[in-house]
């Protein structure tokens, strides 16, 4: 408890745990051009600490996460750059190397509970095979701990629930038994892939802060992928804003909320849902659609939606402004330059 | 569970039920109807009135469908007149019962366990040459009719090649102790090699003939099946925790991936017995697809009705075992 909260009274002293450099991910599709998914995207997340990954559906941010677990499909699409974690570069280990840390070292959560649990195996056992493959754990020895793993987060009458199936489970049910099974070896880092977007409002919230106090008490390091900043915004140390594939502007959380840079990330902030807002009331969101986006290399792939574009924004692409703690990727940045 | 299946049972019975009254309906609808059929039509008035009268075609229909189910409960159902002349319908079924089912059972497994792994070993490498080639081969299987297949493999590896048996169940010349009726088994129990192995070689070529086009059927269904499962949030999901490979195939790919192919094998295991009419008939087989094909061509209507009803009643039942073996595997059908 006390180890953890001086990491994160002090997390910028802290070597990373993950670093992520100038990760790419081009995928081949037939009789088309090269698609660049992820381009070149940079981040760091330090022991404990949580990082948000924020950005509008088809922005990268599942092929992000799968390029860093090694989970993208075998063929079909290329992977550069370095995700270190650790000392070992991930993208360079060997797959069996690799399926040693994925649910020991890095576990993942992913948005859909329900297909992501298997509908024919009971909840138990989904829960026991990651402690017998990573803890060496005989069945019977892992099911007390399945247990109590369950009871952690909050899923009540555990010891029944080990011999029940997915479907018998509620939305919400199922996605903390898959917070258990990402936790069962007490990983260093956990990557959620939109945890809430498929639940109910209410069980979201619930499910929000079952995360923040678990990575609070393992010193969990977290991040946390979402489109919606309002899920990030009470959760996450520093906040990454995606865009067509490149990371368009960073920030600390109290910093990005307070004063925005990025025309896109105003917008985005603009279309949180708010509480005290009419009911019914149409929400504010960034005009156009992703699908419009031009590629990086020759202009801002934002240029077409944005409101505060000028001359060159259609000309030359944007370059980084900053540093690895906050910046952002803009020629006419809100609230004028650096 | 328990429930599950007395359920099934009853709606299995349900089924033989309405099955039962079709086939009257049937039999009474035969042309010049059964007394023709036994008589011919050359018949003074007053004989064929004698024999409805001796039959019970005179008494009204619910009547004489009442007597007709007690009669097949009690199993009656008249004298084979062409396939075993002056022998009990329901005793020819029953000798010619076990020479099918050692045949259906040998083409079943041969599909199955050529089919599923064949299937699963395409579907990991869909797409290269392997999988393509495999994938065109069951399609030929699809296409070509069961009797084309028996004949050409009867043309070249019994007639041309002489090597396996043309036609029966077992050469002259064996004298084989009879056990079960299984030929293969029966030699197994006694020792008897030579005639066990015999009734082997018998076997094979019609047994390969039926076997095309459920193999052919297994194999694409697992196939598009461990595509459609490999591609699932679960898999990836247990691919996040770090699994082994193995236990990703046997535990989360191959579980999954059985529930179609389960409901194919038992759809295959039904169609089995029309393949059986064409395949024993070109080998010359005696069992219960060629005593269907002889007492439908030759009016044996006894033979007939039972070899119907029980056809009906198997397909009812590998139906109920197919239903059973996926409320196992799938907790979804099990537990609601
Ligand atoms: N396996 C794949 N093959 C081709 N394109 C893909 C594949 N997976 C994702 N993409 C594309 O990459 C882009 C980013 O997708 P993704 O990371 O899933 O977005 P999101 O930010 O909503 O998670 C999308 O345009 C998507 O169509
Ligand atoms: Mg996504």
């Known amino acids: 408890m006390t180890q953890h909260q001086t990491i994160r009274s002090s997390p910028r002293s802290t070597e990373p745990l993950l670093s992520v450099r100038d990760l790419r991910v081009t995928f081949q599709r037939r009789d088309e051009r090269a698609f660049k998914a992820v381009d070149g995207v940079s981040f760091d997340v330090r022991p404990g600490q949580t990082v948000g990954l924020v950005g509008e559906s088809g922005c990268g941010k599942s092929v992000t996460s799968l390029a860093i677990m090694g989970l993208l499909p ?16 991930l993208l360079s280990l060997s797959p069996s190397q690799m399926r040693d840390r994925r649910g020991a070292d890095i576990a993942m959560i992913f948005q859909d509970p329900l297909s992501s649990l298997n509908p024919v195996i009971t909840i138990g056992r989904q829960v026991t095979e990651v402690m017998e493959r990573h803890q060496g754990l005989s069945r019977k020895e892992a099911t007390p701990k399945a247990a109590e793993l369950l009871d952690r987060v909050g899923i009540p009458d555990p010891k029944a629930r080990l011999a029940n199936y997915p479907h018998q489970l509620s939305g919400g049910m199922r996605q903390r038994a898959l917070i258990a099974m990402a936790l069962a070896c007490s990983p260093r880092l956990l990557i959620a892939d939109e945890p809430t977007t ?7 919230a619930q499910i929000l802060a079952l995360l923040k106090e678990l990575v ?19 959760l996450c140390d520093e906040v990454n804003v995606l865009y067509g594939g490149k990371i368009v502007e960073r920030g600390g959380r109290h910093g990005l909320f307070r004063q925005p840079r990025h025309p896109y990330t105003v917008g985005l902030l603009d279309s949180i849902p708010r509480l005290d807002a009419p009911r019914g009331e149409k929400l504010n969101p960034v005009p156009g659609s992703v699908a419009d986006n031009l590629p990086w290399d020759s202009a801002c792939a934002f240029a077409p939606r944005c409101s505060h574009r000028v001359d060159v924004c259609t000309r030359e692409m944007p370059r980084w402004d900053g540093d690895d703690v906050v910046g952002f990727r803009c020629f006419n940045p809100v609230g004028g330059p650096r | 569970m328990l429930r599950f299946v007395l359920r099934r049972l009853l709606q299995m019975c349900v089924v033989v039920l309405v099955l039962s009254m079709l086939l009257f309906a049937w039999l009474r609808s035969l042309p010049g109807g059964p007394v023709s059929a036994i008589l011919g039509e050359r018949q003074t008035p007053e004989r064929r009135a004698a024999l409805e009268a001796a039959l019970g075609l005179d008494e009204p229909l619910p009547v004489q469908y009442q007597k007709f189910l007690q009669r097949v409960l009690q199993g009656e159902f008249g004298v084979s007149t062409k396939v075993l002349p002056g022998t009990d319908a329901l005793d020819v079924f029953l000798t010619r019962l076990p020479a099918t089912i050692e045949l259906a059972v040998l083409a079943l497994l041969l599909a199955v366990v ?23 081969f069951s399609l030929i299987g699809v296409a070509v009719p069961v009797f084309f297949t028996a004949f050409l493999l009867k043309y070249f590896f019994a007639v041309e090649w002489n090597l396996l048996p043309v036609s029966g169940r077992q050469s002259t010349g064996i004298d084989a102790t009879r056990v079960t009726g299984l030929f293969v088994l029966d030699g197994i129990l006694t020792r008897e090699w030579d005639a066990a192995w015999d009734a082997l070689k018998h076997l094979i070529l019609p047994a390969l003939a039926l076997a095309t086009i459920p193999f052919a059927v297994i194999f694409r269904i697992t196939r598009a099946s461990v595509l459609d499962v490999l591609d699932e949030d679960y898999v990836r999901t247990a691919e996040a925790k770090g699994l082994s490979t193995g236990v990703i195939r046997s535990r989360h790919v191959l579980r999954n991936a059985m529930l179609p192919v389960l409901t194919t094998i038992g759809l295959q295991a039904g169609g089995l017995l029309a393949g059986a009419v064409l395949t024993e008939t070109v080998f010359s087989y005696r069992g219960v697809g060629e005593a269907l094909a002889t007492s439908f061509r030759e009016k044996d209507y006894a033979v007939l009705q039972v070899l119907i009803l029980a056809a009906a009643v198997i397909y009812v039942v590998i139906n109920l075992l197919v239903d059973i073996a996926y409320a196992v595997i799938d907790p979804r059908i099990r537990t609601r």
């Open chain 1, 216 to 234: 609070v008490d393992t010193g969990t390091a977290l991040v946390m992928i979402t489109h919606d900043l309002g899920v990030v915004a009470g």
């Open chain 1, 198 to 204: 498929a639940l109910d409002v209410t069980i979201q």
């Open chain 2, 114 to 136: 050529i089919g599923i792994p064949l299937g699963y070993f395409a579907a990991r490498r869909a797409g290269s040459a392997v999988d393509t080639t495999t994938v065109i």
């Open chain 1, 74 to 89: 075998k063929r079909g699409n290329t992977v550069e750059g370095e995700a270190v974690f650790d000392g070992d570069d």
